[in-house]
């Protein structure tokens, strides 16, 4: 289905996974698309595969990266706004998960730089292209507000994005800040979280698509939503 061709959004960690999937829902609904990953290859191969639904541009580098976030926002300022961000990229950590007492400082600095200062770094950088009432949509887990053995510094980095997107929607009320919780997947990172484990069971990334398209295409408040609440109340207003 096509849709308004207009509006674009930057999506981050678009090579795989979660962000893939996103990337081929918002194709499919006609969004125009600045899409980035670190992976230059991959990222290559979802452009190609994406140009003939929609535009696409792509540029790989790492959001963490002060210099790479830059370069995003002049492409963006390319395309005459910027209508969303989604803020999909991100860092699990060690793989075991370690326990917090074992947790090194340097990988645990590693995971917040990537799962808060990027995503922020990212709104900041891009925050002259933001069109008035554009989304933003940042990626976080049930894993921010609940204590699981093993998942301190994942799950604390998450809780620290949470605050900050609540902060953030608070200190800007022309914009529609959301942080998304899509649930258990079967993704790569999802699987370096139990290594050896069999995740068939969970869920393909992309039956959490359709509450990133709610938030982007309604009017639903700034706030916190969980992926299946929202699809679960889809299908019961069918």
């Given at each position: ?108 600095r590693n995971v917040y ?79 370096s979280a139990y290594p ?29 939503h969980v992926a299946a ?10």
């Amino acid at each position: 289905m096509k849709h308004d061709n207009h509006r674009t959004a930057l999506l981050t960690g678009a090579s795989r996974g979660f962000g893939l999937a996103i990337a081929r829902g918002l194709a499919a609904w006609g969004w125009n698309l600045i899409i980035t990953a670190r992976d230059a290859d991959r990222l290559r191969e979802v452009r190609d595969e994406l140009a003939d639904r929609t535009h696409v541009a792509a540029l790989a580098g790492d959001v963490t990266d002060a210099a790479h976030r830059s370069a995003l926002a002049v492409l963006a300022r390319g395309h005459a706004g910027i209508d969303a961000i989604v803020n999909n990229a991100g860092a699990l950590g060690p793989s075991p998960l370690p326990r917090l007492l074992d947790y090194s400082l340097d990988d645990l600095r590693n995971v917040y730089e990537a799962n808060v200062l990027a995503p922020l770094g990212v709104i900041q950088s891009l925050r002259a292209e933001l069109k008035r009432g554009a989304a933003i949509v940042n990626v976080t887990s049930d894993a921010g507000v609940n204590a699981y053995a093993g998942w301190g510094g994942y799950g604390s980095s998450k809780a620290a994005l949470e605050q900050l997107s609540a902060v953030l929607a608070v200190e800007n009320p022309d914009l529609r800040v959301y942080w998304l919780d899509p649930g258990d997947m079967r993704t790569d990172m999802h699987q370096s979280a139990y290594p050896g484990e069999d995740i068939g069971d969970r869920p393909l990334p992309e039956a959490s698509v359709p509450a990133v398209l709610a938030l982007l295409e309604g009017d639903m408040s700034s706030g916190r939503h969980v992926a299946a609440a929202i699809v679960s109340g889809a299908l019961e207003a069918v």
